[in-house]
């Protein structure tokens, strides 16, 4: 059978447009182990041809899909033990592969800008229930000075002879008014907490997303030849382009990104192995000591920790920035990776109760997702259990 000819009988299957002999002939194609892999790969083919057509399913019609694929397989599972164990596999395999489309499919872009700490969401973080991070930020002024950003009114949060800064619509935005004409350079820095992300308009008019658990540390006013930064944790950069003052970005690990305008990605958390550098357009210069990597659009620069490497590749770009977007998207992540990603957002404890699965994992799902439905669709794969104590998640195999 060709992938053509099986793409179709699984659309037709799963919109209840199929005839019985189609059916027959989708069941009996199941049973073949010699078809797994093409089963998979069309399986997610045909979830990017949805995602990219607009044709979305709700949460709940993206789990009557794998209980009917699961179903069909289960009604057959009589007979030998060969046979039962080739169900159970195909089940698994199967449950792998749509769950990516459930993780993905009817849930997918969400506009950031939306994100509000409603009345329910407030009641409980009261009761110490575990809920999606929100935007929320510390700015710490050049004089030690804070403001808990989340608490305070949209309006002007200070104004002097330099610089004017203003919160608006869960932002914070500098106006820049003089460029410093001394040696005298004053520092603010915005933070997130673990749970939180917040947005910010620096003074020469770059856009910056940070992530949860990051920080950036930037001056009131860029001196004349260079505008440097200093991020921890995670952020997207919207460069505003001027080519005579390049961008620079600083990171631990004495990495630097300099851009003169442009719009990346990076990632550098301490409890990663990697510092991650995504390219969405322009171009960027990566320097490490005497190393200097030149980057295009969807490219990627990794630099491994441990070795003190620096490697470039292709880029999932979708991947780098889903965070920035709204999304979780984890491509072909294990399940420890993933729980780094949910712990900084959700702030929630991960302990392993005894050795993981080195399974991995492929899909999206909203960041403001219930964690209980994302621990529920991950389970759905098998190999791996969640459980929850307060703020504690431990995670074991199943």
Do not use: C
Not at 48 to 69: A, D, P, V
Not at 380 to 393: A, L, N, P, Q, W
């Amino acid at each position: 059978m060709s992938r053509q000819r099986l793409e179709y009988l699984f659309i037709q299957f799963f919109n209840n447009t199929a005839s019985i002999e189609e059916k027959d002939e989708f069941k009996n194609y199941l049973k073949d182990s010699s078809n797994d892999e093409l089963l998979k790969e069309l399986m997610l083919k045909t979830w990017h041809h949805m995602e990219n057509s607009g044709k979305f399913y709700s949460s709940g019609e993206s789990e009557h899909m794998l209980g009917k694929i699961l179903n069909t397989h289960s009604a057959e599972a009589t007979g030998s033990t060969q046979t039962k164990r080739r169900v159970l596999f195909i089940s698994r395999v199967a449950a792998a592969a749509v769950v990516a489309l459930i993780l993905s499919i009817g849930i997918f872009w969400f506009n950031r800008n939306s994100i509000v700490s409603s009345p329910e969401q407030n009641n409980d973080l009261a009761i110490g229930k575990v809920v999606p991070g929100r935007d929320k930020a510390i700015l710490t002024r050049a004089n030690g000075s804070t403001v808990i950003l989340d608490t305070v009114k949209d309006g002007e949060l200070s104004d002097d002879d330099r610089t004017q800064i203003i919160k608006v619509n869960g932002m914070v935005l500098y106006n820049r008014k003089l460029v410093s004409e001394n040696n005298i350079i004053e520092y603010n820095t915005i933070s997130t907490p673990v749970g939180g992300q917040y947005q910010i308009v620096l003074p020469d008019g770059t856009k910056v997303w940070l992530n949860a658990a990051s920080s950036l540390r930037f001056p009131l006013s860029f001196n004349r030849s260079k505008r440097i930064v200093d991020l921890k944790g995670e952020a997207f950069f919207e460069v505003k382009r001027n080519i005579k003052q390049p961008f620079i970005v600083k990171t631990k690990e004495a990495l630097e990104v300099e851009v003169l305008g442009t719009s990346f990605n990076v990632m550098t958390y301490d409890d990663e192995a990697s510092i991650i550098t995504t390219l969405v357009e322009g171009h960027v210069n990566i320097h490490k000591g005497n190393d200097k990597i030149r980057m295009l659009p969807n490219e990627q620069v990794v630099l491994n920790k441990s070795k003190n490497a620096l490697t470039k590749g292709e880029a999932d770009v979708r991947e780098a920035i889903a965070w920035k977007e709204g999304m979780f998207y984890f491509n072909d992540d294990d399940i420890a990776s993933i729980m780094r990603k949910l712990s900084r957002w959700y702030n929630i404890e991960v302990t392993y109760k005894n050795s993981i699965s080195h399974r991995h994992y492929t899909g999206g799902i909203k960041r403001q997702s219930d964690i209980i439905k994302v621990f529920e669709l991950l389970e759905m794969t098998g190999g791996i259990k969640f459980e929850m104590s307060k703020r504690t998640v431990i995670v074991s195999s199943q």
